[in-house]
């Protein structure tokens, strides 16, 4: 057995977390249960570059790089110079920021489908911001959607309903508990890449829709014309369409999902990546669709506050100067090339799949129930070799060619110890940890 690193007060302080949490974290991804419990790390101490050391002292490679929301790589000296700077200027004022109008004239001369902005602090509230808005501006009160929109109840309404595709709840593994009945019927999941589905419940529908909410891609681009037939059905049917670019946005193009396949949507909320840890979030539209929010209670004292806005003013400069997306390119292609070569040279059957962006492994197994027992003893595994991880990657422009390599190296240490257990019909004996638990599924993978 692997001489795992000793994580002991990451499960010393999550029992103690159990106590005094519901949930145990704020963020369900972060929840021990999304990776090894038992292996993996669970609670940081401090984390630079491409890196983080946990409170146990273990040194790890960070590919989930806070799930997307950091971008130029942990605690980046230009970012944090700048909020620092801020900080002694003041964090918050009685009065409005400048600020605010030099980062509203960035998004607008960076995100094709920017002409006004409001802000937020992060993605989930972002949403609920968009749909308030479209909801005002069409007068009407339906969503159809595809993808994950976060918690507020104008989405998770739509655990009422059933997913299109198996008859389940649309988010497998979450219950509206919580979340008044009467919302039910008021926001509809649609399945990605079916344009007569979405087309059927525009008619079915008709003149009750206020928005068509979805995340344009996630881990696979678009089959063409997709994109263009869905914003082609909204505007035949009178519908605001809305990009959801919290996820995808800032690393295929800093301009977004839409610049990178030229289609340009109503409206775009975005958020993570585009303050790297810093929180922010940002509605930004057609002047149509927005100027009408000037008589909406949309109102909140924190979304303006200086550290948010010039964090992700100086994010969004720094994305732009040190050529990120050439970069993301280079990272994300030679780190799918070599899990390409370590799957093929271990002897198992399988590919690097996804985007560069976001490049993961997909391996055939001879038995699909399988496959969270493999991704449970994958992330076992890289984390105990000093890589934190899913079956999936999020470069940073802070991950080195020594990054790379070494992760590498763990990925075939990995897939061997994989193999092996798949020779042997042993895997259950390779399992030091509980299996890992998805806390949803999504409409878009």
Known sequence: MYDYPQVTQSLETYERAGKLIPGWTQLISRRASQFANGVSPIYAQRAKGARFVDIDGNEYIDWVSAVGAIILGHADEVVDQAVKEQIDRGSLYSLNSPLEIELAEELVNTIPSAEMVRYT?????????????????????????????????????????????????????????????????????????????????????????????????RSTLPEPGYLEGVKALAQEHGVILIFDEVSCGWRLSVGGVQ???????????????????????????????????????????????????????????????????????????????EINRAIADVGLSGACTGLYTNPGITLDLPDVTLAPKIKTLFIQEMSSRGVLCYTAFKPTLAHTEEDINLTVQAIIDTLTVIQSGLESDGI??????????????????
């Open 121 to 217: 602090k992060g993605g989930g509230e972002a949403c609920a911001v968009a749909v308030r808005i479209a909801r005002g501006t069409s007068g009407k009160d339906k969503i159809l959607f595809c993808g994950y929109h976060g918690w507020h109840d104008w989405y998770q309404a739509a655990n009422y309903l059933e997913n299109p595709e198996d008859g389940e709840f649309p988010f497998a593994g979450i219950e509206p508990i919580g979340v008044p009945q009467v919302l039910a019927n008021t926001v509809i999941p649609f399945a990605y890449g079916d344009l007569t589905m979405l087309e059927d419940l525009l008619k079915t529908n008709r003149n009750q829709i206020a928005a068509i909410m979805m995340e344009p891609i």
């Open 259 to 337: 610049k990178y396949l030229n289609v340009v949507p109503d409206m775009t909320v975005v958020a993570k990546a585009m303050s790297n840890g810093y929180p922010m979030g940002a509605v930004v539209g057609s002047r149509t669709v927005m100027e009408p929010a000037d008589r909406m209670f949309i109102s909140s004292s924190y979304w303006s506050d200086n550290i948010g806005l010039v964090a992700a003013l100086t994010t969004i400069r720094e994305l732009k100067q040190r050529n990120s997306e050439t970069r993301f390119k280079e990272i994300g292609q030679r780190l799918s090339a």
């Open 428 to 445: 259950d004996n390779l399992l030091a940890c509980d299996i890992k638990q998805d806390p949803f599924r999504r409409l878009v993978q």
